[in-house]
T-cell receptor
Framework: DTEVTQTPKHLVMGMTNKKSLKCEQH?????MYWYKQKAKKPPELMFVYSYEKLSINESVPSRFSPECPNSSLLNLHLHALQPEDSALYLC????????????FGAGTRLSVL | GQNIDQPTEMTATEGAIVQINCTYQTSGFNGLFWYQQHAGEAPTFLSY????GLEEKGRFSSFLSRSKGYSYLLLKELQMKDSASYLCAVRGEVRGSTLGRLYFGRGTQLTVWP
């Protein structure tokens, strides 16, 4: 089983809203990732958590706030987003050792109005 | 800096063989990955190479030459469902992180015609 589950699948929000994206995996992976992907572009890394600690922050604006409540869950809290933040947000997870193959969730399609 | 280069588009016909090339220059190297991504869907893992040579998995094979900074993905017996974007990604080093991170190429959009 290589399933990473993301909710919601679609989200429309205004620039003053606060919302959260959720990601869950039960593969025992200890590394989890958030990516942002615009149409016809590759995924852009946002954050990496390793053993529930923030390991990498790719200089992401503070209106995006990640949280890792436990080893299976990863959240991305959104506040005061801009229309240019509209994108597909992908979560991935991997083991810490070996090939570190990242398995992706289906993503949340976000539209900011 | 990091540079992953792959062709933007390729076309082929059903039943044919296609080779998608990827060249890279990265800070450190800890493996090269190929992902398939259908429009609007998540990237799906296809293959992983960390040592030089060919890895075969069914209709898909991937090759790596670390000395040349070069990889290719070979797709045999093409099917219509293989129409997708193929992403080459290299895991490079990040200071202070044992995980490193993936650097993605821009993706190669493959169209398979009947």
């Amino acid at each position: 089983d290589t399933e990473v589950t993301q909710t919601p699948k679609h989200l429309v929000m205004g620039m003053t809203n606060k919302k959260s994206l959720k990601c869950e995996q039960h593969m025992g992976h200890r590394a989890m990732y958030w990516y942002k992907q615009k149409a016809k572009k590759p995924p852009e890394l946002m954050f990496v958590y390793s053993y529930e600690k923030l390991s990498i922050n790719e200089s992401v604006p503070s209106r995006f706030s990640p949280e890792c409540p436990n080893s299976s869950l990863l959240n991305l809290h959104l506040h005061a987003l801009q229309p240019e933040d509209s994108a597909l947000y992908l979560c991935a997870s991997s083991q810490e050792q070996g090939g570190n193959i990242q398995y992706f969730g289906a993503g949340t399609r976000l539209s900011v109005l | 800096g990091q540079n992953i280069d792959q062709p933007t588009e390729m076309t082929a016909t059903e039943g044919a063989i296609v080779q998608i090339n990827c060249t890279y220059q990265t800070s450190g190297f800890n493996g090269l990955f190929w992902y398939q991504q259908h429009a609007g869907e998540a990237p799906t893992f296809l293959s992983y190479n960390v040592l030089d040579g060919l890895e075969e998995k069914g209709r898909f094979s991937s090759f790596l030459s670390r000395s040349k900074g070069y990889s290719y993905l070979l797709l045999k017996e093409l099917q219509m469902k293989d129409s997708a974007s193929y992403l080459c990604a290299v895991r490079g080093e990040v200071r202070g992180s044992t995980l490193g991170r993936l650097y993605f190429g821009r993706g190669t959009q493959l169209t398979v015609w009947p």
